[in-house]
């Protein structure tokens, strides 16, 4: 643009108004970009919720971990059942949340 302006092929009025244009522009972006977090503090973040819920349900007594997870989970699915005092886990499942 600057070399428009030299060489006579824009005035100053339109230089001037391009460039206060593209200072805007180069101002929000800059300003997204203090807002954008990087991949790891977005996964310190997450963590710290993570540990924040664990140490609550922690604190939690059986009625309101029971209540919570009925606030959750809306239905379980099992697909066959293991065979009676083998040991065996329930592999088959699906859960459907509230």
Known sequence: MKELYIDGMIEKTEFLSRAADYQNQLDELSIQQDR????????????????????????????HRQELWQR?????????????NS????????????
């Open 72 to 84: 959750l989970i809306l239905r379980i699915e099992i697909e066959g059942r293991p065979r009676p």
């Open 36 to 63: 954008c977090r990087t991949p790891s503090q977005a996964a310190q973040e997450i963590r710290g919720k993570i540990d924040s819920f664990q140490e609550g349900y922690k604190n939690l007594d059986r009625k």
């Open 87 to 98: 040991g065996e886990s329930y592999s088959n499942f699906k859960v459907t949340f509230a």
